[in-house]
């Protein structure tokens, strides 16, 4: 007899919405709802407070705001909308808040929620990529991991290139780990190469660190003969060739006669740029035109700290990044250990090898590169270690029954703890009782996991959840206190007040010169502290003597000057214009003081706007709209940070004379002259700003200009500020 079935069928699209709750018919009815419930916090906890970081560094939002009215300033990555000059980087970071704010308005949200979506984004795929071969609660601690990493929660809630860069090689890895799995995976390896290509446009070479790992696991682990392996590699580098340099040939075929000058470069050359500023010149710190670059031989960074192998526990990094970082260097180990009599192609030793090399090789750069060094930089490893620890846990577990595993696990346990302990410490007068509860909770774990947890599965999954919980602890505390406060600038560090810069931060709310993190940081030795006072400061001095100095230039100390003495700067704006002389460990000859002050007595403007830029008052706003429309450029300033907060404010075009430091010979004279000749630029800011003599230029193009200014134009008062009206001469 046949029956018939009386009940509706479900509607199409209920049924999409079931299978998308309930997940693949052979998982557990846990898995999917937690795997929501992790992007749901993580959106929630990135977003949180989001607006408090205002436009966060002001110097890509000056890019982002000039890409979303101009298509070519779009191409190009573009400071102003009239194409002056470029960031320093390529543009494809900037793509995504661009066309937000095209979309929907100039804002701090609509800058910073394309990057919260990328880190949400970057969970899921790290989700995705450990659960294929370990399962969904290795999965779902390697999400958790990642989404509670402290520098993970500043940078995907800030707009410089590193979030896209993070996502970009989280989904090259997952990429290479679906093309191991079988012999026809070529597709997985070129979507691969794709991924490294467009990760290359946001960060240039750094793209590139985890490429020699990932290549020789794929060349010795994957599956089919010698020949198709080297054959697909060669494919996926075809792929990431062409992804990367459709735009890297259209810079440099077009002429440079129509196209903005290449920031940060020294010759207009974005192939220069990629291989000395963004490239060599990280490593060996022969960096021209940086802020505190030239690196040291005895373990100096140059200006950016000490070098070796502890570099990424030190007081500066430790809090960032190193939470779990002895926990995933345990359970590499572990992890090899229990997988190397496995087969060739075995999926879960070649994942062992595919993030543990990405982890090793990226430590190791950023370990001893003398360059340019950045806290916020160690966001790239968060992926990794994250894979690591949700993978050598699973392993780990399913092993515990074997007294080795399980005391492997305990010790995991017990030195997270001892080490979150520690890191604690440098922050005692924060959540004191914390460390001493991680400490006691890690112990008590690490205890279970040895004895009781071998013998019974549920005290075993207790014991293991409180050694989660005691190793998330201190992580979880420093998001929290990362995502509870504003970051602004081109500097900035995750965690409580007083958890970077070996915690030394100064002026209210962080870094010496006002801004939580806007400011000159001390611990690195950059030059020349604060902000200069009302009116216009005295001449620089050395420490032997007077020393002649343009307005916003501090004086300059020959190389190997001993760091003693006092030197002030000069410039307009509110607060205080001295600094103490350089600190130990600063660059031969770096600016001493001065370098001016927060634009138009601005809050936020340590180096004279170098690192971050400031407020705007109503009457400099007022006086850049006033016939902006008449001109190219509604003004021009010395250094980025300056013109990108008169850009910002009036959302005209400002350029930014000598690019990020004001040490690009972007314009020349002859061509600035030409400008203020034809009547394109209307202003010429001389208040705050990276040195109105130059910024970090020193006697280069940026001073010249200066200097051409002030002897043929009339000074403008603007609120606390001085102006040239470049359309009225003396």
Same mark, same amino acid.
């Given at each position: 007899?046949?029956?018939?079935?009386?009940?509706?069928?479900?509607?199409?699209?209920?049924?999409?919405?079931?299978?998308?709750?309930?997940?693949?018919?052979?998982?557990?009815?846990?898995?999917?709802?937690?795997?929501?419930?992790?992007?749901?916090?993580?959106?929630?906890?990135?977003?949180?407070?989001?607006?408090?970081?205002?436009?966060?560094?002001?110097?890509?939002?000056?890019?982002?705001?000039?890409?979303?009215?101009?298509?070519?300033?779009?191409?190009?990555?573009?400071?102003?909308?009239?194409?002056?000059?470029?960031?320093?980087?390529?543009?494809?970071?900037?793509?995504?808040?661009?066309?937000?704010?095209?979309?929907?308005?100039?804002?701090?949200?609509?800058?910073?929620?394309?990057?919260?979506?990328?880190?949400?984004?970057?969970?899921?795929?790290?989700?995705?990529?450990?659960?294929?071969?370990?399962?969904?609660?290795?999965?779902?601690?390697?999400?958790?991991?990642?989404?509670?990493?402290?520098?993970?929660?500043?940078?995907?809630?800030?707009?410089?290139?590193?979030?896209?860069?993070?996502?970009?090689?989280?989904?090259?890895? =997952?990429?290479?780990?679906?093309?191991?799995?079988?012999?026809?995976?070529?597709?997985?390896?070129?979507?691969?190469?794709?991924?490294?290509?467009?990760?290359?446009?946001?960060?240039?070479?750094?793209?590139?660190?985890?490429?020699?790992?990932?290549?020789?696991? =794929?060349?010795?682990?994957?599956?089919?003969?010698?020949?198709?392996?080297?054959?697909?590699?060669?494919?996926?580098?075809?792929?990431?060739?062409?992804?990367?340099?459709?735009?890297?040939?259209?810079?440099?075929?077009?002429?440079?006669?129509?196209?903005?000058?290449?920031?940060?470069?020294?010759?207009?050359?974005?192939?220069?740029?990629?291989?000395?500023?963004?490239?060599?010149?990280?490593?060996?710190?022969?960096?021209?035109?940086?802020?505190?670059?030239?690196?040291?031989?005895?373990?100096?960074?140059?200006?950016?700290?000490?070098?070796?192998?502890?570099?990424?526990?030190?007081?500066?990094?430790?809090?960032?990044?190193?939470?779990?970082?002895?926990?995933?260097?345990?359970?590499?180990?572990?992890?090899?250990?229990?997988?190397?009599?496995?087969?060739?192609?075995?999926?879960?030793?070649?994942?062992? &090898?595919?993030?543990?090399?990405?982890?090793?090789?990226?430590?190791?750069?950023?370990?001893?590169?003398?360059?340019?060094?950045?806290?916020?930089?160690?966001?790239?490893?968060?992926?990794?270690?994250?894979?690591?620890?949700?993978?050598?846990?699973?392993?780990?577990?399913?092993?515990?029954?074997?007294?080795?595993?399980?005391?492997?696990?305990?010790?995991?346990?017990?030195?997270?703890?001892?080490?979150?302990?520690?890191?604690?410490?440098?922050?005692?007068?924060?959540?004191?009782?914390?460390?001493?509860?991680?400490?006691?909770?890690?112990?008590?774990?690490?205890?279970?996991?040895?004895?009781?947890?071998?013998?019974?599965?549920?005290?075993? &999954?207790?014991?293991?959840?409180?050694?989660?919980?005691?190793?998330?602890?201190?992580?979880?505390? =420093?998001?929290?206190?990362?995502?509870?406060?504003?970051?602004?600038?081109?500097?900035?560090?995750?965690?409580?007040?007083?958890?970077?810069?070996?915690?030394?931060?100064?002026?209210?709310?962080?870094?010496?010169?006002?801004?939580?993190?806007?400011?000159?940081?001390?611990?690195?030795?950059?030059?020349?502290?604060?902000?200069?006072?009302?009116?216009?400061?005295?001449?620089?001095?050395?420490?032997?003597?007077?020393?002649?100095?343009?307005?916003?230039?501090?004086?300059?100390?020959?190389?190997?000057?001993?760091?003693?003495?006092?030197?002030?700067?000069?410039?307009?704006?509110?607060?205080?214009?001295?600094?103490?002389?350089?600190?130990?460990?600063?660059?031969?000859?770096?600016?001493?003081?001065?370098?001016?002050?927060?634009?138009?007595?601005?809050?936020?403007?340590?180096?004279?706007?170098?690192?971050?830029?400031?407020?705007?008052?109503?009457?400099?706003?007022?006086?850049?709209?006033?016939?902006?429309?008449?001109?190219?450029?509604?003004?021009?300033?010395?250094?980025?940070?300056?013109?990108?907060? =008169?850009?910002?404010?009036?959302?005209?075009?400002?350029?930014?004379?000598?690019?990020?430091?004001?040490?690009?010979?972007?314009?020349?004279?002859?061509?600035?002259?030409?400008?203020?000749?034809?009547?394109?630029?209307?202003?010429?800011?001389?208040?705050?700003?990276?040195?109105?003599?130059?910024?970090?230029?020193?006697?280069?193009?940026?001073?010249?200009?200066?200097?051409?200014?002030?002897?043929?134009?009339?000074?403008?008062?603007?609120?606390?500020?001085?102006?040239?009206?470049?359309?009225?001469?003396?």
């Amino acid at each position: 007899m046949t029956t018939v079935s009386t009940t509706a069928p479900a509607a199409p699209g209920a049924g999409r919405l079931t299978r998308m709750w309930r997940g693949r018919a052979e998982d557990a009815p846990w898995v999917r709802p937690a795997f929501l419930g992790l992007l749901a916090v993580t959106t929630a906890l990135y977003l949180w407070n989001l607006s408090a970081s205002g436009y966060a560094n002001s110097f890509y939002s000056a890019a982002v705001q000039a890409g979303s009215e101009s298509w070519k300033a779009f191409f190009f990555g573009s400071l102003d909308a009239a194409n002056a000059i470029t960031v320093d980087k390529p543009p494809a970071a900037l793509w995504p808040m661009a066309l937000s704010v095209r979309l929907f308005g100039l804002g701090s949200w609509q800058i910073l929620v394309p990057e919260v979506l990328m880190g949400v984004a970057t969970v899921a795929v790290l989700y995705a990529a450990v659960r294929r071969r370990f399962g969904a609660g290795a999965g779902l601690v390697a999400g958790g991991v990642l989404a509670l990493t402290p520098v993970a929660a500043l940078m995907f809630r800030f707009n410089n290139p590193d979030a896209l860069l993070a996502l970009l090689m989280t989904v090259a890895v =997952y990429c290479v780990l679906r093309a191991l799995e079988q012999d026809g995976g070529a597709r997985w390896l070129v979507w691969a190469g794709v991924a490294f290509g467009f990760a290359f446009l946001a960060k240039t070479l750094q793209a590139f660190l985890i490429l020699p790992p990932l290549a020789l696991v =794929y060349g010795v682990c994957a599956p089919g003969t010698i020949g198709r392996r080297i054959g697909r590699l060669a494919l996926a580098g075809l792929a990431m060739i062409v992804s990367a340099g459709w735009w890297v040939a259209l810079v440099e075929l077009w002429p440079a006669s129509s196209r903005p000058y290449v920031g940060g470069s020294q010759n207009n050359s974005f192939l220069e740029l990629t291989f000395g500023y963004n490239g060599l010149g990280r490593i060996n710190g022969n960096e021209v035109g940086s802020v505190g670059g030239g690196g040291r031989g005895g373990g100096q960074g140059g200006g950016w700290g000490e070098t070796g192998i502890v570099r990424m526990f030190g007081d500066s990094v430790g809090g960032q990044i190193s939470w779990l970082l002895p926990a995933a260097l345990i359970l590499l180990v572990a992890g090899l250990v229990v997988t190397w009599r496995a087969p060739r192609t075995d999926t879960a030793r070649s994942a062992f &090898l595919v993030w543990g090399g990405s982890l090793l090789i990226t430590l190791a750069v950023f370990s001893f590169m003398a360059g340019i060094f950045h806290e916020y930089y160690t966001v790239a490893l968060a992926p990794y270690v994250a894979a690591l620890v949700g993978m050598g846990a699973a392993v780990l577990w399913e092993e515990r029954n074997r007294l080795v595993a399980s005391a492997a696990l305990a010790v995991t346990v017990a030195v997270t703890a001892w080490w979150a302990w520690s890191l604690l410490g440098r922050t005692p007068e924060w959540m004191p009782w914390l460390r001493w509860a991680v400490l006691a909770a890690g112990a008590v774990a690490a205890l279970g996991l040895l004895g009781a947890g071998r013998v019974d599965r549920r005290l075993g &999954l207790g014991f293991a959840g409180l050694g989660l919980v005691a190793g998330l602890a201190g992580p979880c505390a =420093y998001t929290l206190a990362t995502v509870d406060s504003g970051h602004q600038g081109s500097i900035v560090t995750a965690g409580p007040a007083g958890a970077g810069f070996g915690g030394m931060r100064g002026g209210p709310g962080g870094g010496p010169g006002g801004g939580r993190d806007g400011g000159m940081r001390m611990a690195y030795g950059f030059p020349g502290a604060g902000q200069a006072p009302d009116g216009q400061a005295p001449t620089g001095q050395t420490p032997n003597g007077q020393a002649p100095a343009g307005p916003g230039q501090g004086a300059q100390l020959p190389p190997g000057a001993p760091p003693q003495g006092q030197g002030q700067g000069q410039g307009q704006g509110r607060g205080q214009g001295q600094a103490q002389g350089q600190m130990p460990g600063a660059p031969p000859g770096a600016e001493r003081g001065g370098m001016g002050g927060g634009m138009d007595g601005g809050t936020g403007g340590g180096m004279g706007g170098l690192l971050n830029g400031a407020s705007v008052s109503a009457a400099a706003k007022a006086a850049l709209l006033e016939d902006a429309d008449d001109h190219t450029w509604a003004a021009a300033a010395i250094g980025a940070q300056n013109a990108a907060s =008169y850009q910002l404010a009036t959302e005209k075009p400002v350029m930014a004379i000598g690019g990020f430091n004001g040490s690009d010979p972007s314009p020349t004279l002859d061509a600035f002259k030409r400008y203020v000749a034809e009547g394109r630029i209307h202003y010429f800011i001389a208040s705050g700003g990276g040195g109105g003599g130059g910024g970090m230029g020193g006697n280069g193009t940026s001073a010249q200009i200066t200097a051409w200014v002030q002897d043929t134009f009339e000074q403008v008062a603007v609120g606390s500020s001085t102006f040239y009206d470049l359309t009225s001469p003396k």
